[in-house]
């Protein structure tokens, strides 16, 4: 029995990769908004969350942007798949049944920053798509992989800060078990 083989075209691979980007974002912007809304559980200010949950968002617009200017459909059930998958991502066990566990700041922390280093990423694979591409605006592929690598950056010394804050000087000696004398 003969197997059909089917190529795709370049345009084809760039559209799946785009929209896989696409459902990532839409992961990355929810993840954002949820941090910015529980700031008062993180060692930074609401402000600086705020700013990043505004500039997350606004990579996903140019993103959609720069797939229409690529003729680049978006597939729906992609991006529904990944909104959906972050709000079941929230009902994970973690030890708090009502409350909010001190965890869920750090994980969430850690992949948002995740999210964030994949969109540097497809950032600079546009870039050098840009190079053969004139529909892909060069300069400003480099504004935001250098808004990526800021916004990593950020996320970056916030995971450090929750890191202390959760397992620092004070925690060791609550976690130590104490030793007869």
Known sequence: MATKTTQRNGRDILGIYLNDHLAGSTVEMEL???IAASARHLPTSEDVLERLAAEIREDRTALLEIMNALGIQIQGY????AWAGEKAGRLKLNGYLLNRSPLSSLEEVEMLRLGVE???AAWRTLR???SHDSRLDAGRLDKLIMRAARQADLLEELRSQVTDHLFGSTFLERARPS???
């Open 32 to 34: 954002a908004q949820r």
């Open 78 to 81: 992609k991006v529904f798949a």
């Open 118 to 120: 994949g969109k540097g």
């Open 128 to 130: 050098e798509v840009a």
């Open 179 to 181: 030793v007869p004398r």
